[in-house]
């Protein structure tokens, strides 16, 4: 009997858990759509601003030019559906948070709400640094390199996912502090070994930066510059959140 109750409990609260996640899941579909909705009447202008950075290093007379026939109707299309992604973010991590909040330890909460939030604004600092810094730098150089005789002549697709690809990877790569302190908490790395790795963590930024950017230098040191400031703010916040005796510890083995 009482084997039968532990079962029938265990199930229940299974069921619990999934129609939770069916409601969360739903709420924030329902917010992407309802941003989706109403970005798609400003698509075209959503794409015109969009398009600026590029746009304003062309020569005079120069612009962007659709070689599919569909271009004009889903590049537009594509790019509604990436803003209404940035824009609901908090929204969609809201309800994944309040899904998983209800089973962590005071303790968690109190730390995990601030590193989601850390988070979304850093993804939201690294793609507004790709826009306004990175994209015109990187325009401005690739346009002054083009040999004489040749028309820059970009199609909208192939310059959308280019600069999509760029808003990622500058995105995530400015999640770098919150990745190092998640690891600290974790007790996979010391901030005293983060330090240690400093020269190491360098090299491979700037590798990482050479492989995921443009192949121009420019945007290769946009990208490694910011990731080096962010490693060392990764270090300062790692160690205020760090166990006190953990990192006594660290720091003694070190001396």
């Excluded at 640094?129 to 004489?148: K, M, R, S, W």
């Excluded at 790795?197 to 492989?211: D, H, T």
């Excluded at 121009?216 to 400031?229: G, K, R, T, Y």
Aim: glycine share 6%; hydrophobic share 60%; charged share 15%.
């Amino acid at each position: 009997m009482a084997a039968s109750a532990e079962h029938d409990e265990g199930e229940g609260s299974l069921i619990d858990h999934l129609v939770e996640l069916r409601s969360r899941l739903l709420r924030a579909i329902t917010g992407l759509v309802i941003a989706l909705v109403a970005l798609l009447p400003f698509a075209n202008r959503l794409y015109g601003w969009f398009a600026q950075p590029l746009l304003d290093k062309l020569p005079q007379g120069a612009q962007l030019i659709a070689v599919e026939v569909a271009s004009p109707f889903f590049a537009p299309l594509k790019l509604a559906f990436f803003a209404a992604v940035l824009l609901t973010m908090p929204w969609l991590l809201y309800q994944a948070w309040a899904f998983v909040a209800p089973g962590l330890y005071k303790r968690e909460k109190k730390l995990a709400l601030p590193l989601l939030v850390s988070a979304v604004g850093l993804f939201y600092a690294g793609c507004a640094f790709a826009f306004f810094i990175v994209l015109p730098a990187v325009f401005g150089f690739l346009t002054a390199i083009t040999p004489d005789g040749v028309a820059m002549m970009t199609d909208i697709n192939a310059y959308l996912n280019f600069v999509l690809v760029i808003f990622l990877a500058f995105g995530i790569s400015f999640e770098l502090p919150v990745a190092l302190v998640i690891l600290v908490l974790l007790g996979w790395v010391t901030p005293a070994q983060l330090r240690e790795w400093r020269g190491y963590a360098i090299v491979g930024m700037f590798i990482l930066a050479a492989i995921i950017t443009p192949p121009d230098v420019v945007s290769q040191l946009l990208l490694a510059i910011p990731m080096c400031l962010l490693y060392e703010a990764g270090i300062i916040a790692a160690r205020l959140v760090a166990p006190k005796d953990a990192e006594r510890a660290a720091d003694a083995d070190e001396a």
